[in-house]
């Protein structure tokens, strides 16, 4: 019984530390193409895609965004 509750708990010390390692990876991915995004946004018209996309990448940027980009995408 003492085995068990010992795998147990090496199984959920596992468990978040890959959880942790993947939310760190992600971040660091994602948060880099934001911060990208809203430092080359167009301030004058959101909805026409800045300097280093084209207006298909701006489009789908903009679509994981909706509360931001609301009426770009009507």
Sequence with gaps: MEKKKEN?????LV??????LA????SAFYGADYKK???AENKEDICTAPKGYTQEQ???HM???PDRYKECLT
């Design 23 to 26: 939310w760190t990876v992600y």
């Design 8 to 12: 147990i708990i090496l199984i959920g």
């Design 58 to 60: 701006w489009n789908e």
């Design 63 to 65: 679509g994981h965004h």
């Design 37 to 39: 995004a809203i430092s």
């Design 15 to 20: 468990v978040l530390v890959v959880l942790a």
